[in-house]
């Protein structure tokens, strides 16, 4: 039965990307079905990025001793200025790091 729910799954999303991607496939999304999944993509990004920052130990903590949001802040001030992803990334990874082990005992 699980193997089963398996399968059927994976075809389910098989084939729901197939219908879109491929070029061949004679279905055409309107302006409006366009413009509503272009906010997919930064919603999913918020459901996942917001619980990290937010509820690190599995509680609300917006304080100084939450390195997770201190180094999300870090990187949102280095992605503003800097507008480059490579740097902002190996630094605030960097921050993140300091923060764990030097700064936050």
Avoid: Q
């Amino acid at each position: 039965m699980i193997m089963l729910s398996i399968l059927a799954m994976t075809a389910i999303v098989f084939f729901s990307r197939y219908v879109f991607l491929e070029p061949r496939v004679p279905l055409k999304l309107n302006k409006h079905a366009l413009r509503l999944l272009s906010y997919s993509s930064p919603a999913i990004l918020t459901a996942i990025w917001a619980p990290i920052i937010f509820l690190p130990k599995g509680e609300l903590s917006v304080s100084l001793t939450n390195p997770y949001l201190l180094a999300a802040v870090i990187t949102a001030l280095l992605v503003w200025k800097t507008s480059n992803v490579l740097l902002s990334i190996i630094l605030s990874m960097g921050a993140f790091l300091f923060f764990n082990l030097y700064l936050l005992r």
